[in-house]
């Protein structure tokens, strides 16, 4: 019963601040990248920001197909899709 509560009021408190917590999720995107910043040329950071790349233009390709196709996603995926929002503002950010 507690832990239905906390969720509720967890996605209660999402909703009513949504913009401000993907303004949130963006910045702290931003400072993980500042955090995590090596030399300009390093083969870590190259390979970091190709993976975000892919990662973002796999979430951007799949909310087209659902937005302009109609297409539903199963539901192990819906479980990720939920945060799809706070997923991308976060690559984003830390590009």
């Known amino acids: 019963m ?10 209660s408190y999402y909703e009513k601040h949504q913009k401000y917590l993907d303004i949130g999720v963006f910045l702290s995107g931003f ?3 500042i955090c995590t910043l090596g ?6 950071n190259i390979l ?3 993976v975000y790349l892919i990662i973002l233009g796999i979430f951007l390709s ?5 937005e302009v196709f109609g297409k539903v996603f199963s539901e ?6 939920k945060y799809k929002v706070l997923i991308i503002h ?3 950010g830390s590009l």
């Not at 030399?39 to 870590?44: G, I, L, P, R």
């Not at 799949?62 to 659902?66: A, C, H, R, T």
């Open 2 to 11: 507690v832990l239905e509560e906390r969720v509720q009021r967890a996605k």
């Open 31 to 33: 400072f993980f990248d």
């Open 39 to 44: 030399n300009v040329d390093d083969f870590s």
């Open 48 to 50: 970091q920001q190709a």
């Open 62 to 66: 799949l909310e087209v197909k659902e």
């Open 76 to 81: 192990k995926w819906q479980k990720i899709w």
């Open 90 to 92: 976060f690559l984003l």
